[in-house]
Nanobody, 127 residues
C-alpha cells in the first residue's frame, strides 16, 4: 500500500509564503511523476504543479506560474511546493498525487493520471 502524507498548510495573509511537503511511504515503489492539485469549496480539483523525475521537468497551472515552485527528491518519493505571493484565491485543500507509470506530459494536469493521493492539507489566505 502506497501512502502520501502532506504537511505545511496553514493560515497566512495575502503576499505571504508557505512551503508544502509530501512524503510517500509504504511498499517499495518508484514514482514517475508527482504533482500537487487543489480544491476549493464548490469547485473542481485544479492542477497546480507536477514534476517528472526523468529530466526533472516541471509543469505548472496557469494560475500559479511565476509564484509557485515544485521540487523534490526522487529517491525519497518526496515533493515540495514553495508558494510565494499567496492570494486569497489560493485558498483550498492542497493534495499531493503520484503516478507510478510513464504517461504523456499532456496528461499531467488530469486527476485521472494519478493512482495515489494524499488526504490533503488546508491552505487559507486572508486578504
Amino acid at each position: 500500500q502506497v501512502q502520501l502524507v502532506e504537511s505545511g498548510g496553514g493560515l497566512v495573509q495575502a503576499g505571504d509564503s508557505l512551503r508544502l511537503s509530501c512524503v510517500g511511504s509504504g511498499r517499495t515503489f518508484a514514482t514517475y511523476v508527482m504533482a500537487w492539485f487543489r480544491q476549493a469549496p464548490g469547485k473542481e480539483r485544479e492542477f497546480v504543479a507536477a514534476i517528472r523525475w526523468t529530466g526533472r521537468s516541471t509543469y505548472y497551472g496557469d494560475s500559479v506560474k511565476g509564484r509557485f515552485t515544485i521540487t523534490g527528491e526522487n529517491a525519497a518519493n518526496t515533493v515540495y511546493l514553495q508558494m510565494n505571493s499567496l492570494k486569497p484565491e489560493d485558498t483550498a485543500v492542497h493534495y499531493c498525487a503520484a503516478a507510478l507509470f510513464p504517461a504523456s506530459s499532456g496528461t499531467y494536469s488530469q486527476t485521472a493520471s494519478y493512482g495515489y493521493w494524499g488526504q490533503g492539507t488546508q491552505v487559507t489566505v486572508s486578504s
